[in-house]
């Protein structure tokens, strides 16, 4: 069965502060999602990797694909209030599954 | 504009009553649409895959017969809740998939439906 780590599960920290949230597993993926949900609505997906290796950048975030395409990393420069939200990673093969998410939280 | 449309965005029932949630897939024809549930604070959990004609693939613990899946036409599931518990209270989420695409994602995700079983 495919699992999906998510570290930290829960952060907060001042606006203007960079962080990086991981996905991880002991599984290849060949691709890995991320996605951001506010709350009362479903999430929303903010990049795919595919590529083992790959960086992506949208804005201030950068996602990063492993090497070895079992893990995945996401990192904010300059975290705004704005950015606060849950924090998904996900994939699978044919069915998607998802880690527990990192609830993120800036504060202004 | 939105992809999926979930409707209704919020209901509650009372207890042993049924409850159906409606999934539409507005942008494409999506022979296969998932199901999932988030309960508070939590990450969305996979209920099932639904497929269009066929019956749907339940996740292990997902109980078929509380909880039906009918994908009747390319464009709409149905999630019918039957005897609904307080336990079943939750967000319930679907989702769609374009067709061709590598290994059934991203998902296009409704804006879900939270039910409270009184």
């Known amino acids: 069965t495919q699992l999906l780590e998510q570290s930290p599960q829960f952060l907060s920290i001042q606006e203007g502060e960079n962080l990086t949230v991981y996905c991880n597993s002991s599984s290849v993926f060949s691709s890995l999602q991320w996605y951001r949900q506010e709350p009362g609505e479903g999430p929303v997906l903010l990049v795919t990797v595919v590529t083992g290796g790959e960086v992506k950048k949208l804005k201030r975030l950068t996602f990063q694909f492993g090497d070895a395409r079992k893990d995945s990393s996401l990192h904010i420069t300059a975290a705004q209030p704005g950015d606060t939200g849950l924090y998904l990673c996900?994939?699978?093969?044919?069915?998607?599954?998802f880690g527990k998410g990192t609830r993120l939280h800036i504060l202004p | 504009g939105a992809v999926v449309s979930q409707h209704p965005s919020w209901v509650i029932c009372k207890s042993g009553t049924s409850v159906k949630i409606e999934c539409r897939s507005l942008d494409f024809q999506a022979t296969t649409m998932f199901w999932y549930r988030q309960f508070p604070k939590q990450s969305l959990m996979l209920m099932a895959t639904s497929n269009e004609g066929s019956k749907a693939t339940y996740e292990q613990g997902v109980e078929k017969d509380k909880f039906l899946i009918n994908h009747a036409s390319l464009t709409l599931s149905t999630l019918t809740v039957t005897s609904a518990h307080p336990e079943d209270s939750s967000f319930y989420i679907c989702s769609v998939v374009k067709p061709g695409s590598l290994d059934n994602s991203p998902l296009h995700f409704g804006n879900g439906t939270r039910l409270t079983v009184t």
């Open positions: 996900a994939g699978g093969r044919n069915k998607i599954i």
